[in-house]
């Protein structure tokens, strides 16, 4: 089994900063993609940003330029650095990783989700 486990979500005002992380333990053999995705209530669950195991990035356009995605394979751990909050980025954060138990087995796992509020 695989838990995916985010920290650092918060209350900030607009402008200011958060860094997400999104730690992965369990029986891992390797990770392949991972990202974070974002909820408001009554809105679908979207993409705020992904990452490759090799590094590769990719961003919702509503943050590009603001947020950036990275990972330390070593710690099998996620970061989202977030800079330029506003209002409209509160929402509910999640993790996600397509993770390998073994060399014939993947599973897709979230986190739990935290809670990023930003004030006016």
């Known amino acids: 089994q695989v838990q995916l486990v985010e920290s650092g979500g ?3 005002q607009a402008g200011g900063s958060l860094r997400l992380s999104c730690a992965a333990s369990g029986s891992i053999f ?3 993609a991972m990202g974070w995705y974002r909820q408001a209530p009554g809105k ?3 993409l705020v ?3 490759t195991s090799d590094g590769s990035t990719n961003y919702g356009d509503s ?4 947020f950036t995605i990275s990972r330390d394979n070593a710690k099998n751990t996620m970061y989202l650095q977030m800079n330029s909050l506003k209002p409209e980025d509160t929402e509910v954060y999640y993790c996600n990783a397509q993770v390998w138990s073994s060399r014939s087995s993947m599973g897709d796992y979230w986190g739990q989700g935290t809670q990023v ?4």
């Open 30 to 32: 390797s990770i392949n």
């Open 117 to 120: 509020t930003v004030s006016s």
């Open 63 to 66: 943050v590009k330029g603001r």
């Open 44 to 46: 679908q669950r979207e």
């Open 49 to 51: 940003a992904a990452i």
């Open 10 to 12: 918060g209350l900030v």
